[in-house]
């Protein structure tokens, strides 16, 4: 299974990939404008390269529950600048976690070469236009307005289904698509559960990578009520039984951790960690 970027190719069959996450808003609930200088910013992307992760996605906006939306032109002027000074100093794969279309043209013009989109090409009509005119992947992130489910496995593959049929409408090829099962969007906190038990259900529906996204988000303090920043060992879990249900793409905060976690579950299951 392999993802094709502009200039390389992910090869997700040799290993998990570790996405690293580059926050550079002053808001988000975990690291909240830790990252907003360019010098820190590019410091801590080239530290998660270091650490072992293999994409690094930036984002401008708090996507956290109940977060203040921003403009279009106040997200670019976060992220576009960072972008820029990030891609010369280092050597993976650059995201941009919008679901604003001129936002995720402009980042892919100024370096990133990925799209994760929240809305899974919902909520802006052009995205999924932008994605195929520059020829990149894009991340549909399962999220809908409501928290109403029949059948929450079924309900969302059909909601996935339908974000995979806008993007190939508007041109994107198949083997540029990743889907992502939304963990803590458009689900009450039990449901993240759910979908977590029953993530190789939504895998198996698809013949598209899927990426999994739970790292320190608040459906953990439904077991244990910590702050969002202690919050990486219960992480952990769910990388674990993430990687041992299909999941092909991590992204995390703490990389070191994730990365070791994930070469060692690959070990266990026999699959890509190699041993001796």
Not at 67 to 75: L, N, T, V, W
Not at 106 to 129: F, H, L, R, Y
Request: charged residues 25%; proline residues 4%; hydrophobic residues 40%.
């Amino acid at each position: 299974m392999k993802i094709q970027l502009t200039s390389t190719t992910l090869d997700l069959s040799k290993k998990t990939q570790i996405m690293g996450i580059l926050n550079v808003t002053p808001d988000s609930f975990s690291d909240g404008g830790k990252f907003n200088s360019v010098e820190a910013a590019i410091q801590q992307a080239q530290q998660m390269e270091e650490e072992g992760a293999d994409i690094i996605d930036i984002g401008g906006e708090s996507t956290r529950p109940d977060h203040a939306p921003i403009s279009e032109e106040e997200e670019m002027k976060r992220v576009l600048p960072l972008i820029e000074a990030i891609k010369p100093k280092i050597n993976i794969p650059i995201s941009i976690d919008t679901y604003k279309a001129n936002t995720a043209k402009k980042a892919i013009e100024s370096g990133a070469d990925i799209i994760n989109d929240i809305w899974g090409a919902k909520k802006d009509p052009k995205m999924a236009t932008i994605a195929a005119e520059k020829g990149v992947p894009i991340i549909l992130m399962h999220n809908r307005n409501n928290k109403t489910y029949n059948s929450i496995i079924d309900d969302m593959i059909q909601d996935l289904i339908e974000s995979v049929e806008i993007a190939k409408r508007a041109g994107v090829k198949d083997e540029q698509i990743i889907l992502d099962p939304g963990i803590g969007f458009g689900k009450e906190s039990k449901d993240n559960y759910t979908v977590l038990q029953q993530l190789h259900q939504l895998v198996d529906a698809f013949p598209y990578p899927f990426l999994l996204a739970s790292s320190r988000k608040s459906f953990i303090n439904q077991v244990l009520d910590m702050p969002a920043h202690e919050r990486d060992n219960a992480t952990g879990a769910t990388t674990c039984l993430g990687i041992q249900q299909g999941a092909k793409i991590i992204r995390v905060h703490d990389v070191k951790r994730h990365v070791e976690l994930a070469r060692m579950t690959e070990a266990i299951l026999g699959g890509a960690g190699s041993i001796g």
